[in-house]
């Protein structure tokens, strides 16, 4: 069936639609979003929700079309994230947040076929845009679980690009640091560096808590390091899209009151990650360059990274 012979079946009533995924580049976010909640379809939007320079036009579509635009972010989704949440007296234990820290790098380069990436007129920027979203969304969920009601004020930034052929300018890893209130904010991302590791740090008066959200070859955990040192596994969770895509059923058939997350965080989360970005861009300088399998030199490393001990042993 044509794109052209589907339209029209859904304009005559002869297709139900009850949801859409827009599983696709940022740059057609806007306009799909917009097309299906005139028609009064929800609609799953991929991260980064929007493009830096249409995040204005995407608001006006959240406040014209309520309960319609769903932000997808599978950092904010994992199950270590859900059961803090559940159980906030274990982010209580380590008092008030003094540093958070996230962390999203791999150590292989960009894959092939998805060069788009780094296409500023197709994903918004570089690497950074793509992947930095992702901490900054769980950043504003959880300094608000911690009551850190503040913004993200962006004070530093750092790019690189690693040395190998790729297509324009733009960065491969982005490395952010700013302030929320009186908590420090440090937070990068990219591909080709030194390490792979997919997780945030909150740091309180009293403790730290590690939360991994999972990637390949390990399960999400929790760390805490306070007076009664634990750690939480949840095997067989994934990196949180099980959480993300169990929500927008809920919207499409169930109660958003047994989200977990509801959808007001969700877009909060999903339109402040993309204004953080707006502002890290406006900052950024040119780019060092690195060889893949090394990190470019920052300020300081955000904290965090794989228990070794977690990570599976291959059968």
Known sequence: MSVEEFNRRVEQGAITIDGVIAAVPPNVHYDIARQWAERNVPVWVEK???????????ESLIA???????????FMDCAPVNFLLANRKILQSIGKIRRFDGCLVENWPLESGREWLVDPKVSGGGLGMDILVHPFALADKLLTACGITDVILIEDVVCGRYNENLPGTEETYMYVEGRAGNAS????????????????????????????????????????QNQENKIYSFPNQGIGYRGTF???????????ESCYTSLAERLKAGV????????????????????????????????????????????
């Open 48 to 58: 980064p929700l929007i493009l830096t320079d249409q995040l204005d036009q995407m």
């Open 64 to 74: 014209k079309y309520p309960g319609k635009i769903f932000p997808v972010d599978f």
């Open 185 to 224: 904010i440090y937070i990068e991302g990219g591909k080709g560096v030194d390490e792979h590791y997919y997780g945030v740090s909150l740091t309180g008066e009293h403790g730290r808590i590690d939360i991994c959200t999972g990637m390949e070859g390990c399960d999400p955990y929790i760390s805490i």
């Open 246 to 256: 169990f929500d927008f059923l809920l919207l499409l058939y169930g109660s958003s």
């Open 272 to 315: 402040n990650s993309v204004a953080y970005m707006k502002e890290a861009y406006a900052k950024k300088k040119e780019c060092l360059i690195y060889t893949v399998g090394q990190r470019p030199p920052v300020p300081e490393k955000p904290l965090g990274q794989v228990l070794p001990f977690m990570i599976k042993k291959k059968s």
